[in-house]
């Protein structure tokens, strides 16, 4: 998500208008938030007394603002700090949406001890909450064909092996800031796009990397399809291309029917689990956009469960490279 955001640090809930449009003839009934951040989606849900919203978030602080739900909402709201590919629930029936709202929060942008931007002085850290390594073990211990990697597929930056290299000679002297980081991409990156900051695409793929997002919505779309109950819908929100690429290929290939073997036949309906309720992406108004720059590149898709069984294979296979990149984390555990 950009860091160009609106001054205050208040998150803006982006495509909540649209969102509410989508489950409101749903109402009654549980919605899983899997992505609390500053809670803006559960609290308009609850605003319905017929609501329960279980919500989900990785990041500790996200603890605090739920805390002010629980007050309000009693026993109609539930906060779980944990990431979204390990949600587990015993009772699923009641669910009539899980909803994903990915990036980060403005808060999170602002804060300098996360580091997530190239616009603000922190330390070298990234870490969105229950990680397991941070961007500066990632620059500073990585060989780097595999930080050229990261930068070329999660950030698709065009000069990741010079900066790569340059990294590699420096880190004897640690590179501990955004702005350590700024520096040496300033150096090494010919200037492309006037309208694109430089340093862009390499905090993105870190980003992405340190909070390995591949693999956590990779999982948490199949494990969302298999908590939710037939007629049910999956609704999430995308910022970066990648993202969405990911979440079009996972709706569009199993809600259409697939040319298969004739030999196969049960494969074809095995496999055809949702119903595509709209086949065009829904983005943010001009009137959004001009009061939340930061909801530009975001993009709505939503589908319904109709049927059981699928098999997500293909899926898995579809993104298999981009799941090994990010399993070179494991070099950092
Ligand atoms: C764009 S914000 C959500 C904002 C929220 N819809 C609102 O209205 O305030 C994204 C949130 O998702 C959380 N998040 C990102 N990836 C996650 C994951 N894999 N599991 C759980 N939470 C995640 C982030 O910590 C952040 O708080």
């Not at 780097?144 to 004897?172: M, P, Q, T, V």
């Not at 990156?189 to 006037?194: D, E, L, P, S």
Request: aromatic share 12%; hydrophobic share 35%.
């Amino acid at each position: 998500m950009s860091a160009t955001i609106n001054l205050e640090k208040k998150h803006l809930p982006v495509l909540l208008d649209e969102i509410i449009k989508i489950i409101s003839p749903r109402y009654s009934g549980t919605f899983l938030d899997c992505t609390f951040g500053q809670g803006g989606y559960s609290e308009k849900i609850l605003d319905n007394t017929n609501n329960k919203v279980i919500a989900f978030d990785r990041d500790s602080k996200a603890i605090k603002t739920s805390e002010k739900l629980k007050k309000k909402f009693k026993e109609r709201f539930e906060f779980n700090h944990k990431k979204f590919s390990e949600i587990q629930l015993s009772d699923t029936k009641k669910i009539k949406a899980i909803i994903f709202d990915l990036g980060y929060s403005t808060d999170q942008v602002f804060d300098s001890e996360k580091g997530l931007s190239f616009n603000f002085k922190g330390k070298l850290n990234m870490r969105m909450g229950l990680n397991t390594f941070s961007a500066h073990d990632a620059i500073n211990k990585l060989h780097k064909d595999d930080l050229a990697k990261i930068f070329k597929y999660f950030g698709d930056e065009r000069d990741g092996k010079k900066i790569a290299n340059s990294i590699s000679k420096k880190r004897n002297k640690k590179i501990l800031s955004t702005k350590d980081l700024v520096e040496i991409i300033n150096k090494e990156k010919k200037n492309y796009n006037f309208k694109v900051n430089k340093s862009t695409k390499v905090f993105q793929s870190l980003r992405i990397f340190v909070n390995q997002e591949i693999s956590e919505l990779i999982y948490g779309l199949i494990n969302a399809y298999k908590l939710l109950p037939i007629n049910s819908y999956i609704i999430v929100v995308t910022f970066h291309s990648i993202e969405d690429k990911i979440v079009k290929f996972f709706f569009r290939n199993y809600s259409e029917e697939k040319r298969v073997s004739r030999y196969l036949p049960s494969y074809k309906n095995m496999n055809k689990v949702f119903e595509l309720l709209d086949k065009k992406v829904i983005s943010p108004t001009e009137a959004e956009i001009k009061k939340n720059p930061s909801s530009r590149s975001a993009k709505l898709r939503y589908v319904k469960k109709i049927k059981n069984g699928a098999n997500f294979e293909e899926f898995l296979l579809k993104f298999k490279n981009l799941l090994e990149i990010e399993g070179i984390g494991k070099k950092l555990c």
